[in-house]
């Protein structure tokens, strides 16, 4: 998620914003679990101090997914150059993006998700993807971007531009993190059907759409 705002990093004078302590990431959670079907007793929050420019890092497994929250300095400017949309007040909307994206990296460690949405993202798009990296943060983003459209509405258009010109930017840079082509509305509401507690369209059914 965070290299290309790494390499638009303008220097060290960045501020460095304020990440969020465990517990609120842990009702960030429990927020996105009362939108999407996710296993959240695997998932664990910890607050680290790691020698990375990414604000947020994402270790997953069959057996649990850990979330970072990165409180080194490099990150907190990572994180300050992300929430430099130009609009006042969407801050909590590019909270609900980044741990939406972070936990779609843990809900494809549970058995058996990532291959039906990779198979049924790519009839989608009718593309194959690099390799899992570019699959899952495509997916990633996808589901950071319907989560916002249905929990802050008001800001999506916001997060939305900013999210695919951080990927249009930075794309030749860093291809596998190139999502881009995929940031439409039509394909965000497909990757918000294959996980949605309430729409119809059911991960298993989703590569014969």
Same mark, same amino acid.
């Given at each position: 998620?965070?290299?290309?705002?790494?390499?638009?990093?303008?220097?060290?004078? #960045?501020?460095?914003?304020?990440? @969020?302590?465990? $517990?609120?990431?842990?009702?960030?959670?429990?927020?996105?679990?009362?939108?999407?079907?996710? %296993?959240?007793?695997?998932?664990?929050?910890?607050? =680290? #101090?790691?020698?990375?420019?990414?604000?947020?890092?994402?270790? =997953?497994?069959? !057996? $649990?997914? /850990?979330?970072?929250?990165?409180?080194?300095?490099?990150?907190?400017?990572?994180?300050?150059?992300?929430? %430099?949309?130009?609009?006042?007040?969407?801050? @909590?909307?590019? *909270?609900?993006?980044?741990? $939406?994206?972070?936990?779609?990296?843990?809900?494809?460690?549970?058995?058996?998700?990532?291959?039906?949405?990779?198979?049924?993202?790519?009839?989608?798009?009718? /593309?194959?993807?690099?390799?899992?990296?570019?699959?899952?943060?495509? *997916?990633?983003?996808?589901?950071?971007?319907?989560?916002?459209?249905?929990?802050?509405?008001?800001?999506?258009?916001?997060?939305?531009?900013?999210? !695919?010109?951080?990927?249009?930017?930075?794309?030749?840079?860093?291809?596998?993190?190139?999502?881009?082509?995929?940031?439409?509305?039509?394909?965000?509401?497909?990757?918000?059907?294959?996980? =949605?507690?309430?729409?119809?369209?059911?991960?298993?059914? $989703?590569?014969?759409?």
């Amino acid at each position: 998620m965070w290299n290309g705002l790494f390499f638009g990093l303008v220097s060290l004078f #960045t501020p460095q914003a304020s990440l @969020p302590d465990t $517990a609120a990431m842990k009702e960030e959670i429990a927020q996105f679990a009362q939108v999407y079907a996710i %296993d959240t007793d695997r998932i664990h929050v910890r607050e =680290s #101090t790691m020698n990375n420019p990414s604000p947020f890092l994402t270790n =997953s497994g069959i !057996k $649990a997914c /850990v979330l970072h929250v990165n409180q080194h300095a490099d990150a907190k400017r990572v994180w300050s150059h992300f929430l %430099d949309s130009g609009h006042d007040g969407a801050e @909590p909307a590019f *909270l609900a993006f980044t741990s $939406a994206h972070e936990l779609t990296h843990c809900l494809m460690s549970e058995k058996g998700k990532r291959v039906a949405a990779k198979q049924a993202l790519q009839e989608h798009l009718g /593309v194959q993807f690099k390799n899992n990296v570019h699959f899952e943060e495509t *997916l990633a983003d996808l589901v950071g971007l319907a989560y916002v459209q249905k929990v802050m509405p008001e800001h999506f258009e916001v997060v939305y531009q900013r999210v !695919k010109a951080i990927r249009t930017d930075f794309s030749k840079r860093d291809p596998e993190h190139d999502s881009s082509r995929a940031l439409n509305t039509h394909t965000i509401a497909f990757a918000d059907q294959m996980f =949605s507690k309430t729409d119809t369209l059911r991960l298993a059914d $989703a590569g014969s759409r």
